[in-house]
T-cell receptor, first 114, second 111 residues
Framework: EPEVTQTPSHQVTQMGQEVILRCVPI?????FYWYRQILGQKVEFLVS????????KSEIFDDQFSVERPDGSNFTLKIRSTKLEDSAMYFC????????????FGEGSRLTVL | KNQVEQSPQSLIILEGKNCTLQ??????????LRWYKQDTGRGPVSLTI?????NTKSNGRYTATLDADTKQSSLHITASQLSDSASYIC??????????FGAGTRLAVHP
């Protein structure tokens, strides 16, 4: 069964360092998303991406965050200068169409900022 | 304000018992409602998706209901198993199919 894959599964970094989280969405999907989940809290939307550009972003997705799809398969989330409060699980998700259909989540990347 | 509220926050049941989780929403316009299962430290996995015209949908031992008039949904789990221990998240899709997540109900099934 096709799945969304994410790497790394866990990353520990020092405050102020840059982090890149990688995702490989399901191959025929066109809409891509990043969500985060701080420990014990609800899943929060960060950004959606379609046709090689951001279609929507939340207030959380400030100038420290960026996304790109450099090679047509990987979908990356970059945090330029990590803060302690960026510690969370980051989930990538994809779906085939925008208006219906199942949203498939990856297993997540746990980011720990020290 | 678009919100999704779930109850109870947590629940403990014995293996083999049934349980029902609740979801109330104030999302408008409404596109669809989804239930996800999230094992600890894992990504959410879709259980059901229901549109406005559907009022019940089953997936094995999971049965979701939707009352679009009262803006309520429930997830009923039959004959619970230890592997059902997880968080169950209600997600409502609003305008432009934007997803609004509930905080989840943490279910623990004990032997």
């Amino acid at each position: 069964e096709p799945e969304v894959t994410q790497t790394p599964s866990h990353q520990v970094t020092q405050m102020g360092q840059e982090v890149i989280l990688r995702c490989v969405p399901i191959s025929n999907h066109l809409y891509f998303y990043w969500y985060r989940q701080i420990l014990g809290q609800k899943v929060e939307f960060l950004v959606s991406f379609y046709n090689n550009e951001i279609s929507e972003k939340s207030e959380i997705f400030d100038d420290q965050f960026s996304v790109e799809r450099p090679d047509g398969s990987n979908f990356t989330l970059k945090i330029r200068s990590t803060k302690l409060e960026d510690s969370a699980m980051y989930f990538c998700a994809s779906r085939e169409t925008q208006n219906s259909g199942e949203l498939f989540f990856g297993e997540g990347s746990r980011l720990t900022v020290l | 304000k678009n919100q999704v509220e779930q109850s109870p926050q947590s629940l403990i049941i014995l293996e083999g018992k049934n349980c029902t989780l609740q979801c109330n929403y104030t999302v408008s316009p409404f596109s669809n409602l989804r239930w996800y299962k999230q094992d600890t430290g894992r990504g959410p996995v879709s259980l059901t998706i229901m549109t406005f015209s559907e009022n019940t949908k089953s997936n094995g031992r999971y049965t979701a209901t939707l009352d679009a008039d009262t803006k309520q949904s429930s997830l009923h789990i039959t004959a619970s198993q230890l592997s059902d221990s997880a968080s169950y998240i209600c997600v409502v899709a609003g305008g432009y199919n934007k997803l609004i997540f509930g905080a989840g109900t943490r279910l623990a099934v004990h032997p």
